[in-house]
């Protein structure tokens, strides 16, 4: 299986962290993929030229924009889950809590199971 483009990853991908990381491994995801597509990096010698590690740069800074602040991230956490489950127009989620949870619904049993199949769970 060929790897996915960078404009196909989504934030997480990006920093390579998993859905349910916390707030100390984003950061550290952040510093790693900075320190790893900076200038003059060993690990990029010869495989990225300076327009693709500027790309890449600029990535891991908007990923970190978003999932390092808890608000964003929130709401970015639940435009992934519509856009990968497609009927979750009609789930109810709880917005005061620090993480996602779907509230009593009808569809909640099939939201589940999609989710656990989307992100192998």
């Avoid at 970015?76 to 996602?100: H, P, Q, V, W």
């Avoid at 509230?103 to 999609?114: A, F, R, T, V, Y």
């Amino acid at each position: 299986m060929a790897p996915k483009k960078t404009e196909d990853m989504n934030y997480y991908e990006i920093l390579n962290v998993g859905l349910s990381a916390s707030q100390q491994q984003i950061d550290k995801a952040y510093r790693i993929g900075k320190s790893s597509y900076s200038h003059g990096s060993m690990a990029l010698y010869g495989l990225a030229d300076e327009e693709e590690r500027r790309a890449m740069i600029e990535n891991i800074e908007e990923a970190y924009k978003i999932l390092g602040n808890t608000r964003k991230r929130k709401k970015y956490d639940i435009m992934i889950l519509k856009k990968k489950t497609g009927d979750c127009e009609n789930a109810y989620f709880r917005n005061s809590t620090e993480k996602l949870i779907i509230e009593d619904g009808e569809i909640k049993q099939s939201l589940w199971q999609q989710i656990k199949n989307i992100f192998h769970l």
